[in-house]
């Protein structure tokens, strides 16, 4: 016979660890407050979620977010939908030039307005870049400078732009183009303040000017993550553009708005599923750029 396996001894470790209620006491008597919060404590932490809770609910009740509201709301919302189906497939040329003529506007406005945004962010983001420029309140000035440039929503720098420049694709560029010059310069700024020094000391000691170790230095270790943030921000702008078009700056947002406004919703409802697809592709060839320029993070490195 085989001997049957040792059972556990009750004067094992978990004996030894155990705390026996007298001892539970004393440290709640030593530490009361290492087993309950003190009593200003929790009255604050519960005046906080009751504020939380009341200004939650005082929200809902001042947007009128009644039940009946909603549900009503709900009910409308599905006969637009009903509406939509089937999509509406355009048969004539030129209904579908008209279309594809939109997407190329909504496209190419994005394009132009993120290079544009791009080409004058790189320069100014090395004047915000604190290992670049060392003049404190020339920095300061220029982060300032772009905070009240990204205080603007680009849905509002189109509308003034529309105002000064009339309707149209141009107004959307520049209304992209100021938002991105914010944006990317912040970014870029932050990207490169984060680079190694040890190449710059490199190209310093083997007597090399400030502009050289920047440029031999600095970009190097940066140009990809700008690229990436570039390629991101363009991809945002695409969507944007749409938006922008329903406002009167062109492209597929406003053929979007225009046939919801002549209640003709499946139209709209292949006008979405197109914009759809080419933020799809958009996507996929930003991704394929970023990996080809960048490489493939494989978790080793």
């Given at each position: 016979?085989?001997?049957?396996?040792?059972?556990?001894?009750?004067?094992?470790?978990?004996?030894?660890?155990?705390?026996?209620?007298?001892?539970?006491?004393?440290?709640?008597?030593?530490?009361?407050?290492?087993?309950?919060?003190?009593?200003?404590?929790?009255?604050?932490?519960?005046?906080?979620?009751?504020?939380?809770?009341?200004?939650?609910?005082?929200?809902l009740y001042d947007f009128d977010a009644s039940p009946e509201r909603l549900w009503n709301g709900l009910l409308r919302l599905g006969k637009v939908l009903s509406f939509m189906f089937p999509p509406h497939i355009w048969t004539s040329w030129k209904e579908i030039s008209e279309i594809l003529t939109g997407l190329a506007q909504t496209l190419s406005m994005a394009f132009l307005g993120s290079l544009l945004g791009a080409l004058i962010a790189f320069p100014l983001s090395f004047l915000g870049a604190r290992n670049i420029n060392r003049i404190p309140f020339l920095r300061f000035g220029v982060r300032r400078g772009f905070d009240i440039i990204r205080a603007f929503e680009t849905l509002i720098l189109a509308l003034i732009f529309i105002r000064a420049f009339g309707l149209g694709p141009l107004a959307g560029v520049l209304a992209i183009a100021v938002g991105e010059i914010g944006v990317l310069a912040k970014l870029y700024a932050e990207a490169i303040e984060n680079t190694s020094k040890k190449p710059v000391e490199g190209v310093v000691a083997s007597g090399g000017s400030p502009l050289q170790s920047i440029r031999f230095g600095i970009l190097p270790q940066v140009l990809p993550v700008l690229l990436s943030i570039t390629l991101y921000n363009f991809e945002s702008n695409v969507r944007s553009g749409t938006i922008l078009g329903i406002v009167g700056a062109g492209g597929i947002g406003f053929l979007l708005s225009d046939r919801i406004g002549a209640y003709r919703w499946d139209e709209a409802w292949s006008i979405i599923f197109l914009i759809i697809a080419m933020v799809y592709v958009i996507d996929a060839l930003s991704d394929y750029i970023r990996t080809r320029f960048i490489g493939h993070y494989d978790g080793t490195r």
């Open positions: 016979m085989s001997a049957s396996p040792p059972r556990p001894s009750r004067s094992g470790p978990s004996s030894a660890l155990a705390v026996s209620p007298t001892e539970i006491a004393e440290a709640r008597a030593r530490l009361p407050e290492a087993f309950r919060a003190p009593l200003l404590r929790r009255l604050v932490r519960l005046g906080g979620w009751l504020a939380f809770a009341g200004l939650f609910a005082w929200c």
